[in-house]
Each structure stands twice: as C-alpha cells, then as structure tokens.
T-cell receptor, first 110, second 113 residues
Framework: QKEVEQNSGPLSVPEGAIASLNCTYSDRGSQSFFWYRQYSGKSPELIMFIYSNGDKEDGRFTAQLNKASQYVSLLIRDSQPSDSATYLCAVIRSGNQFYFGTGTSLTVIP | DAGVIQSPRHEVTEMGQEVTLRCKPISGHDYLFWYRQTMMRGLELLIYFNNNVPIDDSGMPEDRFSAKMPNASFSTLKIQPSEPRDSAVYFC???????????FGQGTRLTVV
C-alpha cells in the first residue's frame, strides 16, 4: 500500500468552476498535510498546509482534513486557466518522513 | 535567501559513468531531502538528513546510490555506475523544523544514455 494515494486524473473543469482534488494516506500517525502545485518542468511549490481536522481557507483554496477517514482534500474555487498544473498531496509521518502522492493533473478550460 | 540551489540543472551521461548531483539547502534549515521524480512513480523520497545525519535511506533504490552531507550547507547524491533507468528529475528540498513545509530546488534532469 502506498503511503499517499491520489487519483491521477486528468481532471478537467471549466473556468470559474470548483475543482475538487482528493488524497488518502495510510499511516494514522501522520502529523502534517500539504498541497503542492507543480507546473510542467518546474519544481513543486507549496499552496497550503493543514495540521488539524476541519477546513482551512486561503483565498480561493480550501484544504479539508479528516484524520478519522485518513483523507485530505483541496478545493479550488473560481478556477482559472493559470491553475492548470499537477497537484501533489504530501504527508509527514512520524519521524519527519515527507511522502508525496503521484499527483492529480488539473486542466482548467477557458 | 536564494532558496535551495541544485547543480547541475541538466546532466547527460553514458551508462556506467559516475554522476554526482549537488544541493545547497536554505541557510538555517535542519532537514534535507532527496527525491526522484518520474512519470511512472511520481516523487519518491530517497533519503533525508537531520542536522547532517542521514535518518532514513530506505528509499535509496540500490547500492549504486549514495548520499552525503558533510556540512549544513552542502549535500551530494552520487550514482555509480549509472544506468539508463536512473534517468529522472532529482529534487533536493529542505525544511526548517520538524513537520513543516519543504522548499524545493529547481531539480536536476538526469539522462543516462
């Protein structure tokens, strides 16, 4: 079983719609949860982090964490073509082991 | 701060040759990670260091791979001998505290022919 699982997509949404990205993780002892965005040919860059159960909002982005279900999600409201990228879910296990999912490719159609 | 700096940005080498990738973490960061990214397997954690000490190298694929961190500002990932299946983008990342975000370098695209 992989540490972090994501639907690879591709996910396509029209401009202005809500994009929903999902991630599950295997280790119940995981401490911290991150969403990174990676444009083609570039390095991953942090969008959001979440440590506690519930929702965390930052502008058009909302991260949701449910530790009981071992589930993390990212909602992107009012999606823009510039949001087209691969989104990587990352989880830190005990011991600071930083694991990434394989990513979900998102395309926002103008 | 200039961020995490990796060199070279691109490396093309022949099978059997030794390859050394270099990384300078963000100053003051205690954690350094080496990742390999391929289309098939995504971002794989190879090894990470805390205060220059290797903590977990279980992701290193084979004995051909080795990593060192001789001081807080420099780390190397070496592949000897290199093989075509080692072709990938190798990222170095650093973080300042436990359980906090990692910042990535620009990566080294390695091609072994």
């Amino acid at each position: 079983q992989k540490e972090v699982e994501q639907n690879s997509g591709p996910l396509s949404v029209p401009e202005g719609a809500i994009a929903s990205l999902n991630c599950t993780y295997s280790d119940r002892g995981s401490q911290s949860f991150f969403w990174y965005r990676q444009y083609s040919g570039k390095s991953p860059e942090l969008i959001m982090f979440i440590y506690s159960n519930g929702d965390k909002e930052d502008g058009r982005f909302t991260a949701q964490l449910n530790k009981a279900s071992q589930y993390v999600s990212l909602l992107i409201r009012d999606s823009q073509p510039s949001d087209s990228a691969t989104y990587l879910c990352a989880v830190i296990r005990s011991g600071n082991q930083f694991y990434f999912g394989t990513g979900t490719s998102l395309t926002v159609i103008p | 701060d200039a961020g995490v700096i990796q060199s070279p940005r691109h490396e093309v080498t022949e099978m059997g040759q030794e390859v050394t990738l270099r990384c300078k973490p963000i100053s003051g960061h205690d954690y350094l990670f080496w990742y390999r990214q391929t289309m098939m397997r995504g971002l794989e954690l190879l090894i990470y260091f805390n205060n220059n000490v290797p903590i977990d190298d279980s992701g290193m694929p084979e004995d051909r791979f080795s990593a060192k961190m001789p001081n807080a500002s420099f780390s190397t990932l070496k592949i000897q001998p290199s093989e075509p299946r080692d072709s990938a983008v190798y990222f170095c990342a650093s973080s300042g505290q436990v359980y906090t975000e990692a910042f990535f370098g620009q990566g080294t695209r390695l091609t072994v022919v």
